[in-house]
Structure formats: structure tokens, C-alpha cells
């Protein structure tokens, strides 16, 4: 089953993190009832897999400046048909950043699930993020088509580019359990 070890993931997850119960349920019942979840156009929605970068010195974590949201957000995008969570949210960090990156821990960091506005010919629809914690090899990014800016923020300063709930949220776990 193509979705085994993202559940497996989802059950450790789940035992770490209890007070999140609700999206927990409902990303695992998602994951398990939907055979497509991992193609983009599954519109009930899809999995993505996200990266919490943080530099060499673990002190500053990487922002893109999305084009089509328009928000200051961590890497992250489409599996494309990748069951493998990990490896899209490391991919999905290099493809935008051009950074060499690492796995910190194997363990899921965070996940959320968030509504994707309608966009041309693509309906409304939820993105149910997986994000893991990796490690940029250097500093020097490049910005990819997909951004109108890359930034190193501060991890203790992150308000400064973002209130999104959910990063902050992985900044507390980043800065309780990961390190």
C-alpha cells in the first residue's frame, strides 16, 4: 500500500502530539480513504510535503515569498504522485531554493491542513501539508520562479515576516522538541 508509510508517520505523530486530535484524525482518515492522495488533482485535495530550512547555524529559517499567495511561507509544494513525503519536501526545498539540504530528524515536524483558494481552471481546494525539519549544507540560495523573494528570518524574529499561525506553531516545536 502506497500510503503505508505516511500513515506510519501520521500514528507517530499522533502519539507526540494529542492536543492536535482533530487534524490528526482527519488527515490520517483523508490519507487513508483517498487512493489519489498524492496527485495534484485530487480536488478534494492532496498531499504536499513542506521543509522547515534552517541554515547551517540552526539560528535563521528560510522564507519564500510565494508568488500566488502572496504570504512570506516555508518551501514546500506538490507530490506529484511521490507517496514519499520526505523526499518532496527535500526536493521541493533544493527545486526552490538551490540549496543542499538534509534530514534532521526522520520524524514528521508538524503538519496542517489549509484551504487553497480557486486559481484559472483549478477549484478551491485543501493541501494537507506534511513538513519536516532539514538542515541547509550552506547559505547561499537562488530564488526560483515560484518565489518573488527568498529571506533568512531570524527564528526568534519570525514576526517580522509572518503571523501564520502554522509557522510559528513549527517554530515552537522546532525550538522545544527538535533541537
Given at each position: ?39 495534484r488533482d ?82 478551491a481546494h ?54
Open positions: 500500500m502506497h500510503r503505508r508509510n505516511l500513515l506510519e508517520r501520521l500514528y507517530q505523530y499522533r502519539d507526540a502530539y494529542a492536543d492536535e486530535s482533530a487534524t490528526i484524525h482527519r488527515f490520517i482518515d483523508f490519507v487513508d480513504n483517498e487512493p489519489r492522495c498524492f496527485e485530487c480536488w478534494e485535495g492532496h498531499v504536499t510535503g513542506s521543509a522547515w530550512v534552517v541554515n547551517p547555524a540552526q539560528d535563521s529559517l528560510l522564507l519564500t515569498h510565494h508568488k500566488k499567495l502572496n504570504m512570506w511561507l516555508q518551501l514546500g509544494g506538490h507530490s506529484d504522485g511521490d507517496a514519499d513525503t520526505q523526499v518532496v519536501a527535500l526536493r521541493e526545498a533544493t527545486e526552490e531554493s538551490g540549496l543542499r539540504v538534509e534530514l534532521i530528524k526522520d520524524s514528521i515536524l508538524d503538519i496542517d491542513i489549509h484551504e487553497i483558494p480557486a486559481r484559472k481552471a483549478d477549484p485543501f493541501h494537507f501539508d506534511v513538513r519536516f525539519a532539514i538542515q541547509a549544507l550552506d547559505d547561499e540560495f537562488i530564488v526560483s520562479a515560484e518565489s518573488m523573494a527568498l529571506a533568512w528570518a531570524t527564528i526568534s524574529d519570525l514576526e517580522q515576516y509572518t503571523t501564520e499561525m502554522s509557522i510559528l506553531r513549527m517554530r515552537n516545536k522546532w525550538l522545544t522538541t527538535f533541537r
